[in-house]
């Protein structure tokens, strides 16, 4: 853990963000550190200091502000991937509005104003009799007045009920009928989102990109951080912060400014020139100005967009790739702060018929990362006894000094009712950052992990990494441009990731009592035997094999 309050140093392997691809060089990479966010209490700690005023999170009813400052507002565990993938969406959309796509040139708070889209929320989620009155009246006409007079009754959140530009924008009704049918089958998360307000259709474009809400009384739409839980927020300024910000820019840009006939289509359910702009988001915060993990996810995202898949293909390894890159975060971040020296190794099994000791490893170091963001919040609590502020206060023997410390460094302290001892105030936050942290921070590993196919108890009753197929072909194209040596494939996976998998990585990480070469090889020769089914590994020889990114540019 870093011991000064300037700078923080760790290894990190460099890429141009022009696109050259030189021989990697690995480099030390100066993470600076400011003070304190309160100048005298935990000097040292890595906070962005909020603008002068008012905290932009203290109107967010926030109790104890501690997972925060480590991590950032806010890693959310109860959201899923692809729903990470459209809050960032959203954002880069409404940016890309303010012509400041990618943008860090104000790092907290980070301001947007996303969209609503209440007209065509309610077409596709909230009007279940669109097609039940197609097929009660055969008249074009007569079916357009029935319905419309039946929305005019149900839809909710929309300033005016008036739904009669859609007679103009299609042919006949059962043509509105068939485009609403086509965009219900494009639904994100179909199965977790039962509230007609909180379903998503496809991000085919600026048109479908719209925030979480949930209808309040009196027919009002109301903000919801259930589904959008700032997770995507964090992920667009991971980017934005990035050295590759400028080539990964034109990239974001096609995908929520582009045109398609999706999109068009999606846009001629929706009335024109509606401002149904939400009001500005103001309060996500991200602790570091620079971090390796922000350079990886960039290069990452622009060895996908630089493949050049058709249409919307790329999309779900960039959702993979983006989850990937948060537990990293969450991983690299807790170890730093207990004295670690960044992202700890993931011991990999490629999944055996039986027990290996592979597995007994992967269980392991699952069990040993999994505690880490625990550890980080104990520690956070031990440099607050340490503080030069608490010491001062508790050597004077102030209670209500004590207090007023926890209050300014993590807003916690004002509903304590327990004895009047500084001793027993600290074993009471300590208490409830842990609680807190259990509740959602702590389950980010284990959810984002499942989530992306990292994560599994398959053939087990405990948690370990087992990759699954979809992951190990989206790690694939992400590192391999063109082909590579399975060896080199191998040892790019843990340079990048720290994925341990093969018993060259094996060795280098693991002591002599839990490394056996043959196991590890046997692991390895898994993987291999995985990728050929996929039609990513070509073997040239028995000594000699090759994984191959069919979507490589050719001379790469």
């Given at each position: 853990?870093?011991?000064?309050?300037?700078?923080?140093?760790?290894?990190v392997?460099?890429?141009?963000?022009?696109?050259?691809t030189p021989?990697a060089?690995?480099?030390?990479?100066?993470?600076?550190?400011?003070?304190?966010?309160?100048?005298g209490?935990?000097?040292g700690l890595?906070?962005?200091?909020?603008?002068?005023?008012p905290?932009?999170?203290?109107?967010?009813?926030?109790?104890?502000?501690?997972?925060?400052?480590?991590?950032?507002?806010?890693?959310?565990?109860?959201?899923?991937?692809?729903?990470i993938?459209?809050?960032?969406?959203?954002v880069?959309e409404?940016c890309?509005r303010?012509d400041?796509?990618?943008?860090?040139?104000a790092p907290?708070?980070?301001?947007?104003?996303?969209?609503?889209r209440?007209?065509?929320?309610n077409?596709?989620?909230?009007?279940?009799?669109?097609?039940?009155?197609?097929?009660?009246?055969g008249?074009?006409r007569?079916?357009?007045?029935?319905?419309?007079?039946?929305?005019?009754?149900t839809?909710?959140?929309?300033?005016?009920?008036?739904?009669?530009?859609?007679a103009?924008?299609?042919?006949?009704?059962?043509?509105?009928?068939?485009?609403?049918?086509?965009?219900?089958?494009?639904?994100?998360?179909?199965?977790?989102?039962?509230?007609?307000s909180?379903?998503?259709?496809?991000?085919?474009?600026?048109?479908?990109?719209?925030?979480?809400?949930?209808?309040?009384?009196?027919?009002?739409?109301s903000?919801?951080?259930?589904?959008?839980?700032?997770?995507g927020?964090?992920?667009?300024?991971m980017?934005?912060?990035?050295?590759?910000?400028d080539?990964?820019?034109?990239y974001?840009?096609?995908?929520?400014?582009?045109?398609?006939?999706?999109?068009?289509?999606?846009?001629?359910?929706?009335p024109?020139?509606?401002?149904d702009?939400?009001?500005e988001?103001?309060?996500?915060?991200?602790?570091?100005r620079?971090?390796?993990v922000?350079?990886?996810?960039?290069?990452?995202?622009?060895?996908?967009?630089r493949?050049?898949?058709?249409?919307?293909?790329?999309?779900p390894?960039?959702?993979?790739?983006?989850?990937?890159?948060?537990v990293?975060?969450?991983?690299?971040?807790?170890?730093?702060?207990?004295?670690?020296?960044?992202?700890?190794?993931?011991v990999?099994?490629?999944?055996?018929?039986?027990?290996?000791?592979?597995?007994?490893?992967?269980?392991?170091?699952?069990?040993?990362?999994?505690?880490l963001?625990?550890?980080?919040?104990?520690?956070?609590?031990?440099?607050v006894?340490?503080?030069?502020?608490?010491?001062?206060?508790?050597?004077?023997g102030?209670?209500v000094?004590c207090?007023?410390?926890?209050?300014?460094?993590?807003?916690?302290?004002?509903?304590?009712?327990?004895?009047?001892?500084p001793?027993?105030?600290?074993?009471?936050?300590?208490?409830?950052?842990?609680?807190?942290?259990?509740?959602h921070?702590?389950?980010?590993?284990?959810?984002?992990?499942?989530e992306i196919?990292?994560?599994?108890r398959?053939?087990?009753?405990?948690?370990?990494?087992?990759?699954t197929?979809q992951?190990?072909?989206t790690?694939?194209?992400?590192?391999?441009?063109?082909?590579?040596e399975?060896?080199?494939?191998?040892?790019?996976?843990f340079?990048?990731?720290?994925?341990?998998?093969?018993?060259?990585?094996?060795e280098?990480?693991?002591?002599?009592?839990?490394?056996?070469?043959?196991a590890?090889?046997?692991?390895?020769?898994?993987?291999?035997?995985?990728?050929?089914?996929l039609?990513?590994?070509?073997?040239?020889?028995?000594?000699?094999?090759?994984?191959?990114?069919?979507?490589?540019?050719?001379?790469?």
């Open positions: 853990m870093a011991n000064t309050a300037d700078a923080m140093d760790t290894t392997t460099s890429a141009l963000p022009d696109g050259s021989e060089i690995s480099e030390t990479v100066h993470i600076p550190l400011s003070q304190g966010v309160w100048p209490i935990l000097p890595p906070f962005t200091a909020p603008p002068a005023g905290h932009p999170n203290h109107d967010h009813g926030i109790y104890l502000w501690l997972d925060e400052q480590i991590w950032g507002h806010r890693l959310w565990d109860a959201q899923s991937p692809w729903l993938f459209l809050e960032f969406l959203n880069a409404a890309q303010q400041r796509l990618l943008s860090d040139e907290y708070p980070l301001r947007y104003r996303p969209r609503q209440m007209f065509l929320r077409i596709l989620f909230n009007s279940d009799d669109v097609g039940r009155i197609a097929d009660e009246y008249d074009s007569r079916a357009w007045e029935a319905w419309l007079a039946r929305i005019q009754e839809a909710r959140g929309v300033p005016q009920r008036d739904f009669s530009y859609l103009s924008r299609f042919h006949s009704y059962h043509d509105f009928v068939e485009a609403v049918r086509l965009l219900r089958g494009a639904v994100v998360e179909r199965q977790s989102n039962k509230r007609w909180s379903r998503f259709v496809f991000p085919f474009g600026a048109n479908a990109l719209y925030i979480d809400l949930n209808i309040v009384a009196g027919g009002q739409p903000r919801e951080y259930i589904n959008f839980g700032r997770s927020e964090l992920l667009y300024l980017l934005a912060r990035s050295s590759c910000r080539a990964l820019a034109p974001v840009r096609a995908m929520v400014s582009g045109t398609n006939r999706w999109d068009r289509l999606v846009a001629s359910l929706q024109d020139g509606e401002d702009q939400e009001r988001s103001k309060s996500c915060y991200l602790p570091y620079q971090h390796p922000f350079e990886g996810l960039a290069r990452d995202w622009l060895a996908m967009f493949m050049e898949l058709p249409s919307f293909d790329v999309y390894h960039l959702v993979t790739l983006g989850a990937l890159h948060l990293r975060y969450h991983l690299s971040v807790a170890s730093t702060w207990t004295g670690g020296d960044g992202l700890p190794c993931l990999c099994e490629i999944v055996a018929p039986r027990k290996t000791l592979v597995r007994e490893v992967s269980l392991r170091t699952y069990g040993q990362n999994d505690a963001s625990t550890n980080a919040v104990e520690h956070f609590v031990d440099r006894r340490e503080s030069d502020a608490w010491r001062s206060a508790e050597s004077s102030a209670f000094q207090r007023q410390v926890l209050q300014q460094a993590v807003w916690w302290g004002d509903r304590y009712d327990g004895p009047n001892d001793e027993a105030l600290l074993a009471e936050f300590r208490r409830a950052a842990l609680k807190g942290h259990q509740q921070v702590a389950q980010v590993h284990r959810s984002y992990g499942r196919g990292l994560v599994s398959r053939g087990t009753t405990r948690f370990r990494y087992a990759p197929d992951l190990i072909k790690l694939l194209f992400a590192t391999v441009e063109r082909r590579m399975f060896g080199e494939f191998l040892g790019s996976l340079d990048k990731y720290r994925l341990v998998i093969g018993p060259r990585e094996a280098r990480v693991l002591s002599t009592d839990e490394f056996d070469f043959k590890f090889q046997a692991n390895a020769r898994r993987l291999e035997q995985r990728l050929d089914s039609g990513l590994l070509r073997r040239l020889s028995d000594a000699c094999a090759y994984v191959e990114n069919p979507y490589g540019r050719a001379g790469s």
